[in-house]
């Protein structure tokens, strides 16, 4: 089959990359379209270490199940949640999976993505997709979940004041979402196309220079992750207030060398946000609650997946999608 994997440090489409071979308890995927996330650029980079087929976020056909298949996945379009602990670990026992240090992890540890034409996948970590939603749609469900993890981390009540920092896909889902939960949002970036997204959803938005550093905020949500960020992060939350770290890698080294005189001055809680439930996910693009019209700014067919790794490390994209099926 064709698959983007990683062999000896380096990104290769190999277009001969032999079919998995299904364990029982797991189902074959085919997959049908894949989103490139931050995790497989930086897999791509180096900046990760694997063997094997990229791909965290994609959603594919089930085409078979290996042994009992009583939640009748076969045939169903699914998503998979990445993380693949031992249900038997301690950690997986109290909710916390994906926590767990000897987990495998999909495209990145231990395990091939989706970034090829088959995936096997353990059955008790796939979520069905329930009609009428698309593959093009379902991929946003990974993301989606980790912008409602952070919004439920920081448990927003009534009318708290939230700005979100960043112009990717992580910050335009993430103020969305809490833009419904009553929050009073607002979104700080520098591109243009983003801050219209913006207007159009009913979410305040202002370039990042032009906002004042007034300490008012409750919360602040930073999307970017690199000293500057984090500064600005610093600067605009109130007192005791919250800044959450929301990504998928660790954040940058700019971190290490970042002035933390002000979290102790202001007392201020700093936490990071990187799971989220994929069934949650999957429910809110079928309340339709997100908009994610014109998200998706570039395609490219699984030949051409270096070119679509490239094309995601450029910050002017905002999703980009391979179409393993063609």
């Known amino acids: 089959m064709l698959a983007a994997r990683i062999q000896s440090g380096s990104l290769v489409?190999?277009?001969?990359?032999?079919d998995p071979v299904p364990e029982p308890g797991t189902a074959l995927v085919r997959v049908q379209r894949a989103l490139i996330t931050e995790t497989d650029?930086?897999?791509?980079r180096g900046e990760i270490p694997h063997t094997g087929v990229l791909g965290q976020a994609f959603a594919g056909v089930v085409e078979r199940v290996i042994g009992?298949?009583?939640?009748?996945?076969?045939?169903?379009?699914?998503?998979?949640s990445p993380d693949l602990p031992d249900p038997a670990s301690e950690l997986a026992r109290r909710g916390l999976g994906a926590h767990d240090p000897g987990r495998s992890?999909?495209?990145i540890r231990g395990t091939d993505g989706g970034l090829a034409g088959l995936v096997a996948v353990p059955t008790g970590v796939l979520v069905p997709v329930p009609e009428p939603i698309d593959a093009d749609r379902a991929v946003f469900a990974l993301p989606l979940a980790r912008a409602l993890h952070?919004?439920?981390?920081?448990?927003?009540?009534?009318?708290?004041?939230?700005?979100?920092?960043?112009?990717?896909?992580?910050?335009?889902?993430?103020?969305?979402?809490?833009a419904r939960l009553n929050a009073s949002v607002r979104l700080l970036g520098t591109m243009p196309d983003r801050l219209e997204r913006c207007a159009r959803w009913d979410v305040r938005?202002?370039?990042?220079?032009?906002?004042?550093?007034?300490g008012d905020q409750d919360v602040v949500i930073d999307t970017v992750r690199d000293g500057d960020t984090f500064r600005v992060a610093c600067g605009m939350a109130r007192p005791r207030g919250t800044i959450l770290l929301l990504g998928e890698t660790p954040a940058s080294d700019d971190h290490a060398t970042c002035d933390l005189a002000p979290v102790i001055e202001r007392e201020l809680t700093v936490v990071g946000a990187r799971c989220g439930s994929l069934g949650e996910g999957v429910e809110m693009l079928r309340s339709g609650s997100v908009d994610l019209d014109g998200l998706i700014t570039k395609r490219f067919r699984l030949a051409d997946a270096e070119r679509a790794i490239r094309a995601a490390a450029d910050p002017a994209t905002i999703a980009v999608i391979v179409?393993?099926?063609r």
């Open 105 to 107: 992890v999909l495209g």
């Open 150 to 178: 952070a919004a439920q981390i920081v448990r927003i009540p009534g009318k708290t004041y939230v700005t979100v920092l960043g112009d990717n896909l992580r910050a335009l889902l993430a103020a969305q979402v809490l």
């Open 41 to 44: 650029v930086a897999v791509a």
């Open 13 to 18: 489409i190999d277009p001969s990359y032999p």
């Open 323 to 325: 179409d393993a099926d």
């Open 205 to 214: 938005h202002r370039h990042r220079d032009e906002a004042g550093h007034w």
């Open 68 to 80: 009992a298949d009583p939640r009748g996945l076969a045939g169903r379009l699914v998503v998979a």
